[in-house]
């Protein structure tokens, strides 16, 4: 019985031992050496440094890509990042960017004219700017910068920068002749009839015939703004379109073509009484003005006044573009409110963030632009045809301003265009 007690003893014994000793199964003991236990990271989930180098095309003048350099050169030694600023030809069109595009061959970022953002966002070449700017777009920026970079349901585009078209006039010679300045499309016809019976002055209207910008803007002026008609669409309802046609054709011999030659000596043109009134972008001659000039500019908010093109410019990224993170901060940069208000001094370019305008001093923006400049919409069309409708509409527009063609035959064209 006794040896029957020790058995029993040195079984309870050994159980203890079993129940006391460490476990295949128990959790370990914890290191003071933080992750000793943890599994590593698979090499599929370890994300790679991207490299901070850009490539950058824009379509400048020499002028502003020298302006352009020099803002880079700060903004790009601040962010850490290699940017290679390219500067595609002036006057060529988009043909060999969109083949750089389909080679796969193209820069990271591109500054493109607004009416090429839809085509080429359409085509599959952008990449949509939530995929790489942080910063806010709607509702910060002037709405006729940011509709031409709404396509399918997002946006394409940041803006750099606006340029409206403006008349120019000399006002003192426009009082001297017992003429007002007209403000919407009844007055200017009431200056056209009042012209007509004053000598002196070879021109009414002087505008380069070969920008089709330009005599959108003529015929908008012209003939209105309907405010039934908030899409743009064809630029003008038929039956305006017709109206304004008509009215230039009654005008013709008033028209002066302005070539790009002789736009530096429009303030002289002005003042030696070729014409009354110049219609040309503002950055043409913001640095002309003097004491004797003055900017005439639609209220848009009037339905009676005439809509003028407001160009501009703005950055995209590419889809190819492997650094769009940088790209991003490249352009929010280049696109603050200190860029805009530098590139404003510097070039006349308008800038496009609406802060600027509400502000009590302005940032030194000129005192013509209305408050319906900010809020306007802008009049491209979503069709992204439409660069080529207006390469074909600056080629009919040119010889009916000049006389060579009759509008019935103008108005065909251009109703078969549309």
């Known amino acids: 019985m006794k040896r029957k007690n020790h058995w029993v003893l040195f079984a309870i014994l050994l159980l203890a031992l079993i129940n006391l000793s460490p476990s295949n199964t128990s959790t370990p003991p914890h290191s003071d050496r933080t992750g000793e236990f943890e599994p590593a990271q698979p090499k599929a989930l370890e994300t790679e440094q991207e490299p901070k180098s850009l490539k950058v095309a824009v379509q400048m003048t020499e002028s502003e890509f020298s302006r352009l350099q020099q803002m880079n050169s700060k903004i790009s030694d601040e962010l850490d990042i290699d940017v290679e600023l390219t500067n595609f030809p002036y006057e060529s069109d988009y043909t060999s960017v969109q083949n750089e595009l389909r080679l796969g061959e193209a820069p990271d970022v591109l500054l493109l004219n607004n009416i090429w953002v839809r085509r080429f966002a359409a085509e599959g070449f952008l990449s949509p700017t939530e995929s790489y700017y942080s910063g806010s777009l709607t509702g910060e920026l002037l709405t006729a910068s940011l509709a031409p970079g709404e396509w399918n349901g997002y946006m394409w585009s940041v803006p750099m920068d606006a340029d409206t078209y403006v008349w120019v006039v000399d006002k003192h010679r426009i009082e001297d002749a017992g003429l007002?300045?007209?403000?919407?499309?009844?007055?200017?016809?009431?200056?056209?009839?009042?012209?007509?019976?004053?000598?002196?002055?070879?021109?009414?209207?002087?505008?380069?015939?070969?920008?089709?910008?330009?005599?959108?803007?003529?015929?908008?002026?012209?003939?209105?703004?309907?405010?039934?008609?908030?899409?743009?669409?064809?630029?003008?309802?038929?039956?305006?379109?017709?109206?304004?046609?008509?009215?230039?054709?009654g005008i013709r011999h008033l028209l002066l073509d302005l070539e790009g030659a002789e736009l530096k000596e429009l303030s002289s043109s002005l003042m030696e009484g070729k014409a009354m009134f110049a219609l040309v972008r503002w950055s043409d001659v913001a640095a002309l003005m003097d004491a004797g000039m003055d900017i005439v500019y639609p209220n848009l908010d009037d339905p009676t006044a005439g809509w003028m093109w407001i160009d501009g410019r703005s950055y995209v990224v590419s889809a190819q573009s492997a650094n769009k993170d940088a790209a991003g901060q490249w352009i929010a940069a280049m696109?603050?409110?200190?860029?805009?208000?530098?590139?404003?001094?510097?070039?006349?370019?308008?800038?496009?963030?609406?802060?600027?305008?509400?502000?009590?001093?302005?940032?030194?923006?000129?005192?013509?632009?209305?408050?319906?400049?900010?809020?306007?919409?802008?009049?491209?069309?979503?069709?992204?045809?439409?660069?080529?409708?207006l390469q074909k509409f600056a080629e009919i527009a040119a010889p009916f301003l000049a006389n060579e063609k009759d509008a019935s035959a103008f108005l065909m064209e251009w109703k078969s265009d549309l």
Not at 185 to 209: M, N, R, S, V
């Open 335 to 389: 696109t603050d409110q200190s860029a805009q208000r530098q590139w404003y001094e510097e070039t006349g370019k308008l800038p496009v963030l609406k802060t600027i305008y509400y502000q009590s001093t302005r940032g030194g923006l000129p005192a013509w632009i209305p408050a319906s400049f900010v809020n306007n919409s802008g009049l491209i069309p979503a069709d992204i045809r439409f660069p080529e409708w």
């Open 180 to 249: 007002s300045l007209p403000d919407n499309a009844k007055k200017w016809k009431q200056l056209i009839l009042a012209y007509e019976e004053k000598q002196g002055i070879p021109y009414l209207f002087a505008l380069d015939f070969s920008d089709p910008y330009a005599v959108l803007s003529l015929l908008w002026q012209l003939s209105g703004n309907d405010e039934d008609d908030k899409t743009g669409g064809a630029f003008l309802p038929e039956d305006t379109m017709e109206q304004a046609v008509l009215s230039i054709e």
